[in-house]
């Protein structure tokens, strides 16, 4: 059966909870006719993508829905052949363009003036543009977003695009001047509860408020891991009380070991035993910068205040090399280091 | 199912979807609406705003009949691309236009092979004739341009290749580059253009045009607005013009036909929806006063309230020692969980730090520091929240120093 986040997911925007304003605001933009390109920013889990599927039925009714998986096969300049999922109705289409990494600008040039230059089809269409959503645009490398520039201005008439992305700090200048950007800031625990006390009602669960405030707060207002947390302790649990422990995600668990082994020791020999588990973590795919986070903020309660900028000043630093660099656990290590550094010169009383 | 590229198959799927359509604009109404920026984009040289000097540096071409290669550089939205399509127009008209004139952008295939071939075969092509009479009306004169936009995103390689080409053809063939940085354009190439700089547009001439805009689409408003726009859009038409429609579309300050259209079925819904929670009173259709507001401009440019960030000011002071990264942290976290951009945050909490009086020089020597390297982390990809937090907390150790 599916996950509760895809059950739930609210499909129009009147449906949709939380920040009606800004549903609004997407509603008066898809009944004025003359909806420009957006820039949808925000926090994972925040609901960006299911504000833009509702603001796309909005657009062109529930035939957006219709969807199916399209493989296409790009040839790149050195005659490398790259295979490519499209998502689409008929109406609109949906890429991941980083999923090709560096050739992403092939598929940009070739695949967005494809679409712009053919004809809306439905002649009853209530649109005469497509639609194309572009996943994960903060990675775009810049050619492929340099090849959106022109591209978006010329074939407007038949085609707009809304990029999605958790930070607009990667976007160049000429497409932020392009578009409108769209802001979708993380639900607050107020309004997670309220998702959870809806869903639980109409799963039949009984409801236990305080544990509910507590899966909002762990989630870190990421409203699909609070749904994620909300499945796993109600299926875990016959009945939840307000005390029902909230059984976090194994790799978390193995971070929160990873913490505790540090703080415990600050030797060599540690390290050596660490770096297995960073490994395990790595080869689990959980992103780098994410095991990093989480074993930071997980240090942090456990420290002197007076350490507390130190230490996050060398995660920061730790992370930044982790995008820069290919090794990541070089640098995950190195940040283990100098973390049982700074704790064990301030233990001895010592500068550093 | 439908295959979005197979048309007869859309036109299927379509038809049944079609069918289900509630509402009644008819695509046909439609067409015309385009986003304001294309609608407003300059049709002739004196509808472009702002870039006085090289308009009539131009117009004065329109009249020589001659042209040097030319390279146009500036920030985004300040009216290079419509520069070189009106002054294209005026010299060709829609006849010529086509057999003139070629446009190469970024979303095109720019690399060596292509200036060799496609870039060549253009510039070699001999000179097509007018109509007869045609003359009178467009100066058309002896020779085609080539107008290579987004200039800075070719490689090295190919601009290398077009430096003969362009000498080569240079009686037939005139070529305009254009580019945001011009640093990007190699030596030998830049040196055989005319170049133009683009201005961000500044207060006077950007206002006029984003009045006279407003005028025409019947959009109220409020005093200091277009200046908010102005300053939100850092100089760039473009962006002003994108949030100057959406601010009228949030308050439905649009054309009286349309408001009264979207209007209606917006009161229909919002009501249905609020029903169980006891109506919400909106006031969908009370038309007169809807005003575009400093504050709406602000909050579509993503600009911070100020609270906001005197609240994470507030928490840096070193005046709570001890419980400082309590509180920075808690306001980061909140400021990232509401998504606003770091860029954002960078930008606001650096105009509030550096004209502080009350900080001392080698404080601020400090500051600055600290924010360019954030600058560079950000643009780098690096975690927001990470670097957002490291930034309050070094700052908060800086204020501290007295
Ligand atoms: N307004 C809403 N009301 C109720 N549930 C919602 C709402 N928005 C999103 N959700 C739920 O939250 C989940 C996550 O939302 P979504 O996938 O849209 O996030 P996102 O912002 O695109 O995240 P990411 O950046 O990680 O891709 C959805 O599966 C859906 O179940
Ligand atoms: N100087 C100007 N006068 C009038 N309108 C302008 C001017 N500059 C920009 N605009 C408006 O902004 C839109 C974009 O301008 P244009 O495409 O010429 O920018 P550009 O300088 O080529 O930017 P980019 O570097 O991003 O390509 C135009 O359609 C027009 O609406
Ligand atoms: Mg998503
Ligand atoms: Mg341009």
Redesign the interface.
């Known amino acids: 059966m599916a996950l509760l986040v895809d059950r739930y997911r609210p499909r129009s925007l009147e449906a949709l909870t939380y920040h009606e304003d800004l549903s609004e605001r997407l509603r008066s933009l898809a009944q004025s006719g003359d909806f420009p390109h957006l820039l949808v920013y925000g926090p994972s889990g925040a609901g960006k993508k299911t504000r833009i599927v509702a603001t796309l039925r909005e657009l062109y009714g529930p035939g957006v829905e219709k969807i199916k998986i399209d493989s296409r096969v790009f040839q790149t300049t050195s005659n490398r052949k790259l295979e490519f999922n499209i998502v689409a109705s008929v109406y609109h289409l949906e890429i991941t363009p980083s999923d090709v990494g560096n050739f992403d600008r092939v598929v940009i040039q070739d695949l967005l003036k494809e679409v712009a230059q053919t004809q809306q089809v439905d002649q009853s269409a209530r649109q005469r543009f497509k639609v194309v959503v572009i996943n994960e645009a903060d990675h775009l490398t810049r050619d492929a977003q340099a090849a959106l520039r022109r591209t978006m201005e010329k074939y407007s008439p038949n085609l707009r695009l809304i990029l999605l992305a958790n930070s607009t700090a990667n976007i160049i200048a000429p497409i932020r001047s392009r578009t409108l950007l769209v802001r979708v800031a993380a639900p607050t625990e107020a309004d997670i509860c309220k998702v959870l006390t809806k869903v639980g009602k109409q799963e039949g669960w009984s409801e236990a408020e305080g544990l509910n405030r507590r899966i909002a707060k762990d989630s870190g207002r990421n409203l699909r891991r609070a749904l994620l947390m909300f499945e796993a302790v109600h299926a875990q649990n016959e009945k939840v009380t307000d005390k029902t422990p909230i059984p976090p995600p194994d790799w978390e668990a193995l971070i929160e070991q990873i913490a505790d082994q540090i703080m415990a020791e600050h030797t060599p020999a540690r390290i050596l035993e660490v770096r297995a588990k960073l490994y395990d973590l790595l080869s689990h795919c959980i992103p780098p910068t994410t095991v990093l986070k989480t074993l930071t903020f997980k240090l942090i309660p456990k420290i002197d205040d007076a350490l507390k900028a130190d230490v996050i000043r060398w995660s920061a630093f730790y992370e930044h090399r982790i995008r820069l660099g290919s090794k990541h656990i070089f640098h995950l290590e190195a940040f283990v280091a100098k973390f049982m550094r700074i704790l064990e010169s301030y233990l001895m009383g010592m500068d550093f | 199912?439908?295959?979005?590229?197979d048309?007869k198959a859309?036109?299927a799927?379509?038809?049944?979807?079609?069918?289900?359509?509630?509402?009644n604009?008819a695509?046909k109404?439609?067409?015309n609406?385009?986003?304001?920026?294309?609608?407003y984009r300059p049709k002739s040289l004196n509808d472009v705003t702002a870039q006085d000097h090289t308009i009539t540096v131009l117009q004065r071409t329109l009249q020589a009949t001659n042209l040097p290669h030319m390279l146009f550089y500036g920030?985004?939205?300040t009216g290079k691309?419509s520069t070189i399509l009106a002054l294209a127009k005026e010299l060709y008209g829609p006849e010529m236009f086509r057999s003139r004139v070629l446009e190469l952008?970024?979303?095109?295939?720019r690399?060596i092979?292509i200036v060799r071939e496609k870039v060549k075969d253009f510039a070699r092509m001999q000179l097509s004739n007018p109509p007869p009479d045609y003359k009178d009306r467009y100066p058309c004169p002896p020779y085609k341009i080539i107008i290579l936009?987004?200039a800075?995103?070719m490689t090295q390689d190919a601009q290398s290749a077009l430096r003969r080409t362009m000498e080569t053809y240079s009686k037939i063939t005139r070529f305009c580059l254009i580019c945001?940085y011009v640093t990007r354009i190699i030596d030998p190439l830049a040196s055989r253009c005319s170049k133009f700089r683009f201005k961000p547009l500044d207060q006077g001439n950007a206002k006029k045009r984003l009045e006279d805009i407003a005028e025409n689409e019947h959009v109220k408003l409020e005093p200091g607005a277009v200046d908010t726009l102005i300053k939100c859009s850092e100089g760039?038409l473009?962006?002003a013009i994108?949030?100057l429609?959406?601010a009228a579309?949030?308050v439905?300050a649009?054309k009286p036909s349309?408001s009264k259209a979207?209007g209606l079925?917006?009161k229909r819904?919002v009501v249905?929806?609020d029903e169980d929670e006891g109506a919400m009173d909106v006031d969908v259709d009370g038309d007169d006063d809807k005003m575009v507001t400093v504050r709406s401009i602000e909050e579509?440019?993503?600009v911070i309230p100020n609270d906001v960030v005197d609240g994470l000011i507030k928490a840096m002071q070193p005046s709570l020692r001890?419980?400082?990264?309590e509180a920075v942290?808690n306001q980061v976290?909140d400021l990232?969980?509401?998504?606003?951009?770091?860029?954002q945050v960078v930008t606001q909490l650096y105009q509030k730090l550096v004209y502080d009086d009350t900080l001392s020089d080698k404080q601020k020597t400090k500051i600055v520091m600290a924010f360019s390297d954030t600058d560079k982390?950000?643009?780098?990809?690096?975690?927001?929240?990470?670097?957002i937090?490291?930034l309050a907390?070094?700052l908060?150790?800086m204020l501290a120093e007295r």
């Open positions: 199912m439908a295959n979005f590229f048309n859309r036109a799927a379509g038809a049944t979807n079609g069918a289900s359509s509630l509402k604009v695509p109404e439609t067409q609406l385009q986003p304001w920026v294309e609608k920030p985004p939205g691309t952008n970024a979303s095109d295939e690399g092979s936009d987004e800075d995103s945001n760039d473009r962006k994108t949030f429609q959406s579309r949030l439905g649009v349309q979207n079925s917006k819904k249905e929806y579509i440019a993503g001890g419980a400082v990264y942290a976290t990232v969980a509401d998504g606003w951009s770091a860029t982390r950000l643009v780098d990809g690096a975690d927001e929240h990470l670097t937090l490291d907390l070094q908060s150790g």
